[in-house]
């Protein structure tokens, strides 16, 4: 038996692994092929597109977050139905927490999950020196298989014929296609706008307009072919989102706009322990629901939208009253800024926010953090309880400042050392990171397993 899998992978960042990935996409659900997207690393932005263009929810796959059978069991359960999977790789090929092995990296991914690659190549200004590049990815480990390459950005075709020749003769892969340098095909609404762009269709277009394009130049065809490879083995037994026979809990989930930011496995694994997840919108005015048992909030863009929210008082309010009434509430990042009492954008205005974790978010232009973290609750911690340690990332742009002393929910370890982190409140968790229960599937129970005990006595 065999599948069909194709992993796109860059020699770096910015050589148009995105564009690429989504052009593929959306070409081929024009032929009728039913596509299914997942993103390496633990990158919210691109998965978006991905569900835009293929009509199915994208997933994360992460080497570090993740043990190698989680990766496995994401990608075979995301794959169901589909007839080609496309996994967008992250930075280069090779690149992932230590120069000195793959460990999370797209080259670690892309044998894990026994998926072909494509190797994107920007050959602008460079002819035969693109098999040089090749050949060293090649080499620099037995254990991925490079299966073709795509000349990124060439001048023209009688420059891609340069390259293709060189590469094929050196290398010993095909070249299936290229894309001619053009500043129109950058991707528009990259960070901010994203979300209401996509629910208004803004992007459709472009999508549409990226497809055609690589109809034109990629050799399709010769990419399923590429594509087409054994089934994937290995998994956990039995699945870590088998569902449990679990009295339900109404789980609201903040989703709009303003708050987006949550991977598909967190959800279905509070799923397969009984959540029942009911989605509402604090942006457009959506108090948490009044039979809600636990509550939700992702992370996201609070900042772009702080006068709106900040005006929405019955939102507020309903939120207020819920982690006062226990509800067991996790915030991330972004739902932990809207927490606070005020957010300050970065042109100096200040709103008030929900005014339930006392200090103030003040957003500045700089990044303040980026990378991975590994998670240790702190006493009372009930997603994480007695030392337990999960994984997961930070990526922000603010800073919290407070006067007052509140309980930290977590020690998080960095690159940068370990330090003590987030806000705990009762049973509200709140703090900058963001988690990924299928790090410590355990998460999920022990959640749930708090909002049994409330019950008991409400």
Known sequence: ????????????????????????????????????????????????????????????????????????EIARRGSAGADLSIIEGVMGFYDGKDPRSDAGSTAEISVITQSPVLLVVNCASMARSAAAIVKGFQSLSEE???????????????????????????????????????????????????????????????????????????????????AETSVMDGGIEPSIFQKRENPSIKLAVAKDA????????NLELLESYGAKVQFFSPLNG????????????????????????????????????????????????????????ELQTTDGKCYPMAGIIPGRVVMQNKRAALGYREITGKPGNFLLEDGQTAKGHEFHYSTYHSDQDVPYAYKTKGMRGSKDEGCMMGNLIAGYTHFHFASFPQMAQNWIKQCLERKQYV
């Open 144 to 226: 991925v298989n490079i299966a073709g390459v795509i000349a990124n950005r060439v001048g023209s075709k009688g420059h891609y014929k340069l390259v293709k020749t060189a590469i094929e003769q050196e290398c010993g892969v095909p070249v299936i296609g290229y894309l001619e340098r053009n500043d129109d095909l950058n991707i528009p609404e990259r960070h901010l706008g994203l979300i209401p762009s996509i629910e208004r269709g803004d992007l459709d277009s472009f999508f549409e307009k990226l497809g055609t394009l690589i109809e034109q130049t990629i050799d399709l065809d010769r990419l399923m072919e590429l």
């Open 258 to 265: 303003a708050f987006n930011f949550y991977y598909q496995e």
């Open 286 to 341: 959506e108090k948490v629901p009044a039979d809600a048992e636990a509550l939700y909030l992702g992370g996201g863009f609070p900042e772009e939208f702080a006068k709106e929210l900040a005006g929405n008082k019955e939102v507020k309010q309903s939120v207020k009253e819920a982690i006062a009434a226990g509800l067991p509430t996790l915030a991330e990042c972004g739902g932990f800024m809207y927490l606070t009492e």
């Open 1 to 72: 038996m065999s599948e069909r899998r194709i992993m796109i992978a860059g020699t770096g960042s910015g050589v148009g692994k995105t564009t690429l990935t989504i052009g593929l996409m959306s070409a081929l659900q024009s032929r009728g092929y039913t596509v299914q997207g997942f993103k390496c690393g633990p990158d919210y932005i691109d998965p978006t597109y991905h569900s835009a263009v293929t009509g199915r929810t994208s997933r994360n796959l992460d080497s570090w977050m993740m043990k190698d059978e989680a990766v496995k």
